[in-house]
């Protein structure tokens, strides 16, 4: 199964667009996150969407993907999005690599 995970680093969180990854679970939104374009070509309703916390290490929540919507470019021109998820449920920690500096990645979930 195909799922984005979107890393949510504690660190910094009161930066721009980066928000506790609690909140994140309960609204349902990831706000302001790049992904790259041949990761938007996988995602299909019904797949699912992973917020991780690899920087402490200790949060995960899975839910399900709804829709994406285009949120103002990063300042390095690089489109940013807003990520819709559904029915997020705390899940035990566990380690999946992101790929790309934007903290995003599409795997396939085992």
């Given at each position: 199964m195909k799922a984005l995970v979107?890393?949510?680093?504690g660190n910094r969180v009161g930066e721009p667009y980066f928000v506790p990854i609690d909140d994140?679970?309960?609204d349902g939104k990831a706000v302001g996150f790049i992904i790259a374009d041949e990761d938007l070509e996988q995602l299909a309703q019904g797949c699912k969407v992973?917020?991780?916390d690899n920087y402490n290490r200790d949060k995960r929540y899975e839910g399900e993907f709804v829709k994406i919507e285009t949120e103002e470019k990063a300042r390095n021109g690089r489109q940013r999005y807003n990520v819709h998820f559904k029915s997020a449920i705390a899940v035990p920690y566990r380690y999946d690599a992101v790929k790309r500096q934007t903290?995003?990645?599409?795997?396939?979930l085992t």
């Open positions: 979107i890393n949510v680093p994140m679970a309960k992973v917020l991780v903290g995003t990645s599409v795997i396939n």
